[in-house]
DNA sequence: AAGTGCCACCTGCTATAGCAGATGTCCATG
DNA sequence: CATGGACATCTGCTATAGCAGGTGGCACTT
């Protein structure tokens, strides 16, 4: 385990707790801390050449996002993810996110729909360019301005943990099919036409539409099921 | 603020972070806290009796959940909510337990349906003899049966964190009108048989429209808004 | 050889001490 | 009287030390 972590190299602004949570985090999402490993406050905390306390707190975090279980007294270890359950949060995440959306249709300013059609036009070239990695970056551009358009912490923060799962769900399917990104564009190009217009109604429902797709077509969500609206 | 917390009376089996967690939760939703009030570690630490480090890990965790904001160095408040963000945080629990309901209607075993069906019948029983309390206690059942059906923590997790606005609403808005009362009772009806006829969409449909009526005659919601399916 | 009790070790958990940074007050200065 | 700066004091934050409980293995017994 301690192979799979490294000290800290640079005094940054953060607190360490702070650090901690978002390393481990990574760890876990990208799959450097495979699920059932045991995690110790201490060998951790030596690793990163920190104290005990940061860690447990980070630990502590993590286990409230669900990444992690701990038995009192016996151990810490990242949590594991059937394929199931990780459909389980994918429909919760499309369900937040369109609720987002709604509230964006309300709350967007004219400078943030300026921001999010600039966006689309990034992703209409990079769709043409067949650049995944530029569209995968847009993509989260895309609903990082809507998220923030809203203005709910909550929100944010349950969709940044919802997001944690998504990339774990990634890892056990099989890249998306890059066929299926004329799609993606025509849908982000239709929730922006939605949010334009004002709508929240529509917003969320192409909004959610759009992330029950994408899920299908990652193989997390096996059936195109029926949804409502 | 010392006034407003007390010490921990007997040992419990709960690990002292948990418990001062859930007593500041309490309080911040009870009112005894009131939003803006200034914490400190220390002091709320010699004022339940224990060390710094279980408070100061239960405002990590009230601050993951949107309860506290803490500025690095300065001091940590409870947060403040308009009605705006009350509502906001009512649509968003509306929709998760919208998924709930589609969840349970999946994986709900029969032993479940019966025992919400017990709940039911005890609602009709309270409504007739117009018993708020136990009417109120009835209604925790239910939700809490539909999501533990689900299996889902994060869900469970996420429904119990925004419990805590909702209530913290209703402390704002005047007490829910007990004319609504029959009208509740026959959502619950319906969302039980959607239930029992394992249609998601029905059942998310159903329980979704409950909670959005709930919060409007409660008046955290405003309008009557027009919903999607 | 199989069962059993004991003990060293490891775990999460809590307490104490002390750090740097931010704030407000009080005094000296214009 | 107004204003600017130094200091006491508060804050969150981190480190160190030590606690109780749980585990595993080793020796001893039968």
Redesign the pocket.
């Known amino acids: 385990m301690s192979s799979a972590v490294e000290p800290f190299a640079e005094t940054e602004t953060l607190?360490?707790?702070?650090r901690a949570y978002r390393r481990l985090r990574d760890s876990i999402v990208q799959g450097t801390l495979s699920a059932g490993s045991?995690?110790?406050?201490?060998?951790l905390?030596s690793a990163l050449g920190?104290?005990?306390?940061?860690v447990?707190?980070a630990l502590r975090r993590l286990e409230q996002d669900g990444l992690v279980v701990?038995l009192?007294?016996?151990?810490?270890i990242v949590a594991e993810f059937g394929l199931e359950r990780l459909a389980e949060l994918g429909r919760i995440r499309a369900a937040l996110e369109g609720v987002a959306a709604a509230l964006a249709a309300e709350r967007m300013t004219g400078e943030d729909l300026a921001s999010l059609g600039e966006v689309v036009r990034g992703m209409r070239a990079a769709t043409a360019a067949a650049d995944t990695e530029a569209l995968a970056e847009l993509n989260e551009r895309f609903h990082a301005i809507l998220q923030g358009a809203t203005g709910n912490m909550f929100l944010v923060r349950s969709l940044e943990a919802l997001r944690a799962y998504d990339d774990l769900g990634r890892l056990r399917a099989i890249g998306s099919a890059p066929k299926d990104m004329p799609k993606a564009l025509r849908e982000h190009v239709s929730i922006l036409a939605a949010l334009r217009a004002r709508d929240p109604v529509l917003s969320e429902a192409r909004m959610r539409a759009h992330v029950l797709r994408s899920l299908t077509t990652n193989g997390v969500l096996s059936a195109p099921r029926k949804r409502p609206a």
């Open positions: 607190s360490l707790g702070e045991r995690i110790s406050e201490r060998s905390a920190i104290s005990a306390q940061p447990r707190e701990t009192p007294r016996r151990g810490t």
